[in-house]
């Protein structure tokens, strides 16, 4: 079951063309967007408010799927 608050690691590098997950993990901590890390590194536990907020002005034209 999904949870449509916390965004997934592909969703992550769908969104940020990364494919790298250490250069998403940097990426995450410049801009201060609390994740955790699960097995294997995985990244996980951001929430779409925190990225939403940390990007806000960076791209104005950042279109989320739920057209928000």
């Given amino acids: 079951m999904s949870n449509p608050h916390i965004m997934t690691e592909e969703?992550?590098?769908?969104d940020t063309g990364?494919?790298?997950r250490v250069k998403l993990q940097r990426w995450l901590d410049e801009r201060h967007i609390p994740y955790h890390?699960?097995?294997?590194?995985?990244?996980?536990g951001v929430t779409v408010q925190s990225?939403?907020?940390a990007?806000?002005?960076?791209?104005?034209?950042?279109v989320f799927a739920d057209g928000a």
């Fill in 11 to 14: 969703d992550l590098f769908q």
């Fill in 37 to 44: 890390t699960g097995r294997g590194g995985r990244i996980c």
């Fill in 51 to 53: 990225y939403r907020a």
């Fill in 18 to 20: 990364f494919s790298s």
């Fill in 55 to 62: 990007n806000d002005d960076e791209d104005p034209d950042l």
